[in-house]
C-alpha cells in the first residue's frame, strides 16, 4: 500500500510540475514568441484547461487500479452533514469562477471573443473573494478533506493536490496578479488571507 501511495505522490507531483511550468511566465513569453501574440492570445488559456482535464485522467486510473486500503468511514449520519459541506464546495468554486468570468476562467471568452478578452479587467475582491484570495483552492480543499471514507491512495492524492494548490498554483497565481494589478492587489493581500478566512466580521 505504501508503494501505491508512493506512486500517487510522484504523479501529483509531475502532474503538479507540468502545470505550473505551464503556467510559469517565462513558458507563456516562449509560447507567445513561437505562436504569435493574436494566437497565444486565443487559444492558450483554453489549450492549458483542456490538458489540465486530459492529464488527469492518468490519475484518476492510478487511484482506481492501485491496490489499497482504507483508513477510516464515518458513521452514516455523518455522512448527511460532509455531504453537504462538499455540495457547498462545489457550489462555492462554482460561484468564485462565476464571480471572476466564468468564460475567461475556461478560456472560452479568449477563443470566441478575443476582442472582449483583450479588454483590461478589473480586480474581484467582492463576494467570496472579499474572504479569502482564493476562493477556489479554499472550496476545493474542503471537497478533498471532508470526504466520509478516506484510503491510503486517496489521502496521497489528497495531501498531493493540497500541495499543488497552494504551493504551487496559489503561488503562481499571485505573482501573476500582483504584476498585473501592482499596489492594489498589495492592499488586498494585506487585507484578505490567501485560503483560510479569519474568523469574526468581513474586513474591506
Given at each position: 500500500?505504501?508503494?501505491?501511495?508512493?506512486w500517487?505522490l510522484?504523479?501529483?507531483?509531475?502532474y503538479?510540475?507540468?502545470?505550473?511550468?505551464?503556467?510559469?511566465?517565462?513558458?507563456?513569453?516562449?509560447?507567445?514568441?513561437w505562436?504569435?501574440?493574436?494566437?497565444?492570445?486565443?487559444?492558450?488559456?483554453?489549450?492549458?484547461n483542456?490538458?489540465?482535464?486530459?492529464?488527469?485522467?492518468?490519475?484518476?486510473?492510478l487511484?482506481?487500479?492501485?491496490?489499497d486500503?482504507?483508513?477510516?468511514?464515518?458513521?452514516?449520519?455523518?455522512?448527511?452533514?460532509?455531504?453537504?459541506?462538499q455540495?457547498?464546495?462545489?457550489?462555492?468554486?462554482?460561484?468564485?469562477?462565476?464571480?471572476?468570468g466564468?468564460?475567461?476562467?475556461?478560456?472560452?471568452?479568449?477563443?470566441?471573443s478575443?476582442?472582449?478578452?483583450?479588454?483590461p479587467?478589473?480586480?474581484?475582491t467582492?463576494g467570496?473573494?472579499?474572504?479569502?484570495?482564493?476562493?477556489?483552492?479554499?472550496?476545493?480543499?474542503?471537497?478533498?478533506?471532508?470526504?466520509?471514507?478516506?484510503?491510503?491512495?486517496?489521502?496521497?492524492?489528497?495531501?498531493?493536490?493540497?500541495?499543488?494548490m497552494?504551493?504551487?498554483?496559489?503561488?503562481?497565481?499571485?505573482?501573476?496578479?500582483?504584476?498585473?494589478?501592482?499596489?492594489a492587489?498589495?492592499?488586498?493581500q494585506?487585507?484578505?488571507?490567501m485560503?483560510?478566512?479569519r474568523?469574526?466580521?468581513?474586513?474591506?
Open positions: 500500500m505504501i508503494s501505491s501511495a508512493l500517487i510522484a504523479a501529483m507531483a509531475a503538479g510540475g507540468m502545470h505550473s511550468l505551464l503556467a510559469s511566465h517565462g513558458f507563456k513569453r516562449k509560447m507567445e514568441g505562436l504569435g501574440s493574436r494566437r497565444y492570445q486565443r487559444g492558450y488559456r483554453l489549450f492549458f483542456v490538458f489540465a482535464a486530459l492529464s488527469f485522467v492518468p490519475m484518476l486510473f487511484l482506481a487500479w492501485l491496490p486500503q482504507p483508513l477510516y468511514t464515518l458513521p452514516f449520519p455523518l455522512w448527511i452533514l460532509t455531504g453537504a459541506l455540495l457547498a464546495g462545489v457550489a462555492g468554486m462554482a460561484l468564485a469562477v462565476q464571480q471572476t466564468a468564460a475567461n476562467f475556461l478560456g472560452l471568452e479568449q477563443w470566441f478575443p476582442q472582449r478578452a483583450a479588454q479587467h478589473t480586480m474581484t467582492g467570496l473573494y472579499a474572504y479569502v484570495r482564493h476562493p477556489i483552492y479554499t472550496c476545493a480543499l474542503i471537497v478533498l478533506w471532508l470526504t466520509p471514507i478516506l484510503t491510503v491512495n486517496l489521502l496521497a492524492f489528497n495531501l498531493g493536490a493540497t500541495l499543488y497552494t504551493l504551487g498554483a496559489a503561488w503562481f497565481e499571485e505573482k501573476k496578479l500582483a504584476a498585473e494589478f501592482g499596489e492587489y498589495a492592499a488586498y494585506k487585507r484578505v488571507p485560503l483560510l478566512p474568523l469574526g466580521r468581513r474586513r474591506g
